[in-house]
């Protein structure tokens, strides 16, 4: 059964960059079967799509985030990554890492604050 | 401001059936498959419904899915007080080239 994990730092600076990763377990990304998606969550709020690769490194990005966001992967790590610059406490958020399956399959979520 | 438009709240007794719309338009609802989401307070969303009407393993059958033209709705038939939750309807935008989610419904179990 795949299992998506996400990482990084819980707490960013403003003007920072917000670095995530995601881990996969259950499933190999170089398989090409799906598309590798970051949707985040401020609080109290509704999702949001972010972007989304595929196992060649090949992305789609949310045009309200496009000038600040890169999402790369790692396919001989088996994992994917968000980094999105110059952030500020708008970009406080639960960020979700999926895999873009029928049905999905969505990674618990972490926290990130953005503050000084 | 969200791509899918939903009523940000709905409330019914329980035992009633209750029904949150989601509205899109031709370039996501319209035309593709429609996903609606259950989220608890502090925790992931959890899939209710894919492919517009199928529901994944676990999901009672108290929750149906259905769309029409680039409208979607959510039943809940049964209404239980463990149903009070936020719900998201979701479906992927050919214009986007990505997902768009609808701002979320609160729903009461009065």
């Known amino acids: 059964q795949v299992q998506l994990q996400e990482s990084g730092p819980g707490l960013v600076k403003p003007a920072q960059t917000l670095s995530l990763t995601c881990n996969v377990s259950?499933?190999?990304?170089?398989?090409?079967?799906?598309?590798w998606s970051w949707i985040r969550q401020p609080p109290g709020t509704g999702l949001e799509w972010i972007g989304h690769?595929?196992?060649?490194?090949?992305?789609y990005y949310n045009p309200s985030l496009e000038s600040r966001v890169t999402i790369s992967v790692d396919t001989s790590k088996n994992r994917f990554s968000l980094k999105l610059r110059s952030v500020t406490a708008a970009d406080t958020a639960f960020y979700y890492c999926?895999?873009?399956?029928?049905?999905?399959?969505w990674g618990r979520g972490m926290l990130v604050s953005v503050s000084s | 401001q969200s791509a899918l438009t939903q009523p940000p709240s709905a409330s019914g007794t329980p035992g009633q059936r209750v029904t949150i719309s989601c509205s899109g338009s031709?370039?996501?609802?319209?035309?593709?498959?429609v996903l609606w989401y259950q989220q608890f307070p502090g925790t992931a969303p959890k899939l209710l419904i894919f492919?517009?009407?199928q529901r994944p393993s676990g999901v009672p059958d108290r929750f149906s899915g259905s769309k029409s033209g680039a409208s979607a709705s959510l039943t809940i038939s049964g209404l239980q007080s463990e149903d009070e939750a936020d719900y998201h309807c979701?479906?992927?935008?050919?214009?986007?080239?990505?997902?768009?989610f609808g701002g979320g419904t609160k729903l009461t179990v009065l």
């Open positions: 999926v895999r873009e399956s029928n049905p999905p399959t």
């Open positions: 259950g499933d190999s990304i170089a398989s090409g079967d799906y598309y």
């Open positions: 690769v595929f196992d060649t490194g090949s992305t």
């Open positions: 031709t370039s996501n609802i319209g035309t593709n498959a």
């Open positions: 492919k517009t009407s």
């Open positions: 979701a479906a992927w935008d050919d214009g986007l080239n990505g997902r768009v």
